[in-house]
């Protein structure tokens, strides 16, 4: 549909008196003279350049991912040369996923699928020769490493849907002669596998009928499975880091007897537990393993900004070097066979990804790359954790970024929901909130109840609250940035994707004065269709949505109550709509239903379809267009800086 914008008898009609009106046209251009230069949406929405560094073995090479003739392909560059990086793996007709250096520091392994079908297969490259050759040769097959150990350089081992399309049981490869065996079957309800020292798949973790998580363990690779450890649906899913070094215990991440996620080591012949690291309230995310001596270094909290908790003190001190080097979140994504050199991957809220060379022996930092250097070369926001309580006591995290400037007060703002909503902001860059930063908003993005990383409490009080309390989290996130003087009353939208188009949605119908408009981006209307969607095939999934949501049968009129199609009616402010053609065709119906019945009530809305997405934007092409009629719709309504839309 073409774009329609307000005049200002529309503003009148969408509830701006004539005086705002004025005031957001010419409170601007006061605005505007102080910003830094805008932009261009190109630098912001960009795809990365290069990333995904990874070294060799013998340290003297480094092999990226970066794009060729329009495809993503892997590049190496001899690391100290100032020769040419090549490119060593490419195909004209699909992009390499991911890729691996093999053992030997003479072959890499990569994973790349057939014109989208997301059945990866595993590609091995002998790089003196380019001779290349697919390891998981069968059709309709889709494969995922798992394993490698350098003490077993010829074999790798992957998972594969070989022998049923609905179970990935894990296969051994020889990577001398190509060989494929069955390795360990999955009985069916197995989501996750761990290998221990000796390379014998050990651990397993399944996902159970009722929802709830079981790890079993077996003690060689032809032993029986037994169950070490379970945790109901209530605990989250947890997580498996791997065995200890001498094979006799596991790392689990769970939130079984605490609040948040935390690190146990379990000894899987008593089933004793062990509590490694833990927090009250922020959910352990991840951990550091020497991939040598197979010891446990650091663990990582997700808090506000990345914590690390260092338990191998001959590493403090690089660590210390490490934050002195970018104000930035980082980690250690690979390292040599000696362990000398590190390639250290850094990402900040207001700074372009950058990926170093971090030497032990000098404890020197040198600059592999900037991930999009053109990034790198414009004026960023500033960003700040923020945190304040919400209307029943919930304490609410997130962050506030604002336009560079200008002074911090009375701004237009523009509340951004990430998605999931299971998932959670975190201190990375947000491109989003860059931009629109940058053209002049003050944008806070809040992990409102439901949102991951904060312990199972603020977890589950977000179970059936869609268009209820995680909707308040909102509105009380607004009225935050008002009380403090920072955002304007009547200059406040609302913007998100996917489960934050939801929330778009549910604002305006649900809380019809408290945004002056929103912007949806692939978001569900109607909760029924949403659960109904999730393939039984996905059992698991199907059943968590049911729990969070809501259950289509049983509670068909609360998921109605808390749909936006069905009280589209008490839509009235401005809103704009962007969906993808190639969504099932539910969900277009169900997006023209809306549209109809905001327009048939007099209301504003602006849809765009795209013919070539689906539910997200795949093509930058695509991308570029929304933003650019995006950022002209709210300078409309919100009164920000725009550039011209192309």
């Known amino acids: 549909m073409r774009l329609v914008w307000l005049t200002l ?3 009148v009609r969408a509830g701006l008196s004539k005086g705002v009106w004025v ?20 630098v912001l929405f960009g795809n990365q350049e290069r990333f995904s560094p990874k070294i060799s073995p013998d340290g003297t090479k480094l092999g990226y991912l970066a794009a060729h003739e329009g495809v993503m392909s892997v590049w190496v560059k001899t690391l100290g040369n100032e020769a040419a990086d090549q490119v060593v793996v490419q195909d004209p007709q699909a992009s390499v996923m991911d890729f691996f250096w093999q053992a030997d520091g003479e072959h890499l392994l990569y994973l790349k699928d057939h014109d989208g079908n997301q059945n990866w297969h595993i590609f091995q490259t002998h790089l003196p020769s380019k001779n290349t050759r697919d390891l998981t040769a069968f059709i309709g097959v889709r494969a995922q490493l798992i394993g490698v150990n350098e003490a077993f350089p010829d074999q790798i081992l992957v998972t594969m849907n070989l022998r049923d399309r609905g179970v990935s049981d894990v296969y051994r490869i020889n990577l001398q002669h190509g060989g494929v065996l069955l390795d360990t079957e999955n009985v069916g309800d197995v989501v996750n596998w761990v290998v221990d020292a000796t390379f014998q798949v050990r651990g397993a973790m399944a996902g159970l009928e009722d929802g709830s998580t079981e790890v079993r363990v077996r003690n060689d690779g032809r032993s029986v499975w037994r169950r070490v450890l379970r945790w109901g649906a209530s605990e989250g899913p947890g997580a498996l880091h791997g065995f200890t070094a001498d094979s006799k215990g596991l790392f689990i991440a769970t939130s079984l007897e605490a609040n948040a996620t935390r690190l146990l080591e379990v000894d899987v012949a008593t089933g004793n537990r062990k509590v490694i690291v833990e927090d009250p309230t922020q959910d352990v995310a991840g951990v550091m393993v020497n991939p040598a001596t197979r010891q446990l270094e650091a663990v990582q909290i997700a808090k506000l900004r990345d914590e690390w908790v260092v338990l191998d003190g001959s590493i403090q001190a690089h660590f210390d070097e490490l934050k002195r080097v970018r104000n930035a979140d980082f980690l250690v994504s690979n390292r040599d ?8 991957s850094y990402q900040g809220a207001d700074t372009g990804g950058a990926h170093y060379l971090y030497d032990k022996q000098t404890r020197r930092s040198s600059l592999l790359f900037f991930v999009r250097p053109a990034m790198d070369k414009v004026t960023l926001s500033a960003v700040k954790p923020v945190s304040f309580t919400a209307r029943d006591g919930i304490l609410l995290q997130g962050y506030l970024t604002l336009p560079p400037g200008v002074e911090s007060k009375n701004l237009p703002t523009v509340v951004v929901v990430h998605a999931g909503p299971w998932a959670r902001d975190s201190f990375l860059m947000s491109n989003e909130a860059q931009w629109l930063a940058n053209r002049g908003y003050a944008v806070l993005q809040v992990n409102y109840r439901g949102s991951a990383g904060f312990g199972k409490a603020h977890l589950l009080a977000g179970d059936k609250e869609w268009g209820g309390k995680m909707l308040d989290d909102l509105v009380d996130a607004k009225n935050w940035a008002v009380k403090e003087g920072l955002a304007d009353t009547r200059r406040v939208g609302i913007y998100g994707a996917s489960y934050g188009g939801y929330a778009v949605l549910a604002a ?13 981006l692939f978001g569900p209307s109607n909760l029924s269709t949403l659960v109904k969607s999730v393939p039984e095939r996905f059992r698991l999934t199907r059943a968590m949505f049911e729990r969070r949501i809501g259950n289509p049968e049983s509670e068909s009129d609360f998921l109605k109550s808390r749909s936006p199609l069905f009280k589209a009616d008490r839509i009235t402010k401005p809103l704009m709509i962007a969906q993808g053609a190639l969504a099932s065709q539910t969900e277009v119906e169900e997006t023209k239903d809306l549209v109809a019945a905001i327009k048939k009530r007099g209301g504003f809305v ?17 991308a570029l267009k929304f933003y650019g009629a995006c950022e002209q719709f709210l300078a409309k309504h919100l009164g920000g800086r725009s550039a011209p839309a192309k």
Request: aromatic share 12%; proline share 5%; with cysteine.
């Open 508 to 520: 305006l119908a649900f809380a019809p004065h408290e945004f002056a408009c929103g912007v949806d």
């Open 606 to 622: 602006d849809a765009m379809v795209f013919e070539d997405e689906a539910t997200g934007f795949s093509k930058m092409t695509t």
């Open 9 to 11: 008898e529309a503003g």
């Open 337 to 344: 066979r000696s362990g000398r050199f590190w390639v250290v």
């Open 23 to 42: 005031l957001l046209l010419f409170g601007t251009l006061s605005v505007e003279a102080e910003l830094p230069a805008l932009i261009p949406r190109e």
